[in-house]
């Protein structure tokens, strides 16, 4: 298991690192969706939002779990009371639950990202009338603490908090708001208006900590206030500034009589101080039809190399359907990666992600030479369509291949000589350099030269070593020059091949 975040390694996702080339051209990594669930939830259960840490050999998620059936029909039949009374009333509906268990907190583990399994004997929260359950938190200690103002939880995120005390060194982020606040909107149960406001008023992001993500401390407590309305939320580490990352959803800004959803940002060294507003970040273009045809339900911003990206949400009436790649560099904007397709979108008919795909809130997991996406994908029941189905779902790529050069075979030959990749100056750091490489039917050969564009003694096209065939981490080596009389100083990097791709250089 290795963390995305190396600044050794740089990808071609834009022009950043690339200075100039010669017949080659930019294609896009695809990923290969498991067809069947990685994990599915306990019985009358659903698994919906969630995040993964890596950590101590192992891969940690905590989901947002759900009951399947609308829980406004609930609502409506008066389960969770009527007027002033809020009793629980389990004869009114053959599907009912408590108000604080239509949406939990859940955990399941992996050892090597493809096999996930729930623990379920923690013995923490009932449900069904056993313990015996992967259940962490329910909404019962928010419900008494906040009187009913709060009930379940929406988006949750999970971080590991190096910087607090040991005891608090998770930290469970998410939107809470009361199941009640559409009682008189939606059910018509004619509450007391004083209590809508109350409901209404208390719906915000919280925080929650524990000493190992299993065990929580207490009721939730208030954090930051919508930023732009709804009930999005995802708390991510941006590990090359030492800050956090607060996805939220930024306010449209433009007049117009409807509600639109776009993603926004802010960030902050700490998690329990944020700015009460986000940066929109991108507008809503022809792609989305300016927001007719897409919305942004938010993003998912991640370290990858030495650089930042994001899997930016379209969404449809709420319910995302596809997760397109963004870039950004520091002191840049954040941008989508040009004519690049969805990383994920929905499946087809019947499929377990027909209606919905939602990516964890985390970087791809790197296990060996893949990278293996989490995400979220419901379905509709086959019989009755207002109920819906989640698991969790995975996807493969090969590992940073998000955009390559590849060779453009035509051009090459109207040329008469190989591709060529230039790339802008990078710092020497590590001791070999490294390709992800495939495809060049050994063709491919490197020099190195120095800032002006000189060439570095010892390191030329003709004293390059063979090259690995197809290698995530292929070495380049030189005869007579060894890199690490480089290191620190700042360098141009040449790529000449025949045929192939290239993903990535680390350097």
């Not at 005891?167 to 059910?187: P, V």
């Not at 996406?373 to 996807?395: F, Q």
């Not at 790529?397 to 990749?421: E, K, T």
Request: with cysteine; proline share 7%; glycine share 8%.
């Amino acid at each position: 298991m290795t963390d995305a975040h190396d600044p050794a390694l740089h990808l071609f996702v834009d022009d950043h690192h690339i200075r100039n080339f010669l017949s080659m051209k930019r294609v896009f990594g695809a990923a290969t969706r498991h067809p069947q669930p990685a994990l599915t939830d306990i019985a009358g259960r659903t698994i919906g939002w969630g995040c993964v840490i890596s950590e101590q050999g192992k891969h940690r998620l905590w989901y947002e779990s759900g009951v399947p059936n609308n829980c406004h029909d609930l609502a409506t039949a008066g389960v969770w009371g009527r007027g002033a009374d809020y009793a629980y009333h389990p004869d009114r509906h053959p599907d009912a639950v408590p108000e604080y268990q239509a949406s939990v907190l859940s955990y399941a583990e992996s050892a090597d990202g493809f096999t996930w399994t729930r623990p379920d004997d923690l013995g923490l929260i009932e449900w069904q009338g056993s313990t015996a359950n992967n259940i962490v938190m329910d909404g019962s200690s928010a419900a008494q603490h906040y009187d009913n103002a709060l009930t379940h939880l929406d988006s949750p995120s999970v971080v590991r908090d190096d910087d607090a005390p040991a005891e608090q060194r998770y930290k469970f982020i998410a939107h809470w708001a009361s199941m009640h606040a559409f009682d008189n909107s939606i059910s018509d149960l004619n509450r007391p208006d004083a209590d809508m406001q109350r409901f209404w008023a208390a719906s915000a992001k919280y925080i929650t900590t524990s000493p190992d993500g299993i065990h929580w401390h207490g009721p939730p407590t208030r954090l930051k206030e919508h930023a732009g309305g709804g009930d999005y939320s995802g708390v991510t580490r941006d590990h090359r500034n030492q800050r956090w990352w607060y996805n939220d959803r930024a306010r449209h800004g433009l007049w117009g009589p409807t509600y639109i959803r776009t993603a926004g940002l802010c960030s902050s060294p700490s998690l329990d101080h944020w700015p009460q507003h986000v940066e929109q970040l991108f507008p809503l273009a022809e792609t989305e039809d300016f927001g007719a045809r897409y919305e942004h339900h938010g993003m998912v911003p991640f370290n990858y190399g030495d650089q930042d990206l994001g899997f930016l949400e379209l969404s449809t009436k709420g319910k995302p359907k596809a997760s397109l790649l963004v870039s950004h560099h520091d002191g840049g904007r954040w941008r989508r990666v040009p004519d690049a397709p969805p990383i994920l979108e929905c499946g087809p008919p019947g499929s377990i992600d027909s209606w919905i795909v939602l990516p964890t809130r985390n970087a791809p997991l790197l296990v060996g030479d893949e990278m293996i996406i989490t995400y979220n994908g419901r379905r509709t029941s086959d019989h009755d369509p207002t109920l819906h189905h989640g698991c969790l779902c995975l996807a493969k790529m090969r590992r940073d291949a998000f955009v390559g050069m590849q060779v453009d075979r035509h051009a090459a030959a109207r040329h008469d000589r190989p591709a060529l990749l230039q790339t802008q100056p990078v710092a020497v750091t590590v001791d070999t350099l490294a390709l992800n490489i495939e495809q060049h039917r050994g063709t491919a050969r490197a020099a190195l030269f120095d800032e002006a564009a000189e060439p570095i003694d010892g390191f030329s096209l003709d004293d390059c070593l063979p090259i690995d065939e197809d290698n995530t981490r292929a070495p380049v080596r030189w005869k007579n020059a060894d890199l690490r009389q480089l290191i620190d100083r700042r360098v141009i990097l040449l790529i000449e091949i025949q045929a192939g791709i290239v993903w990535s250089f680390r350097l």
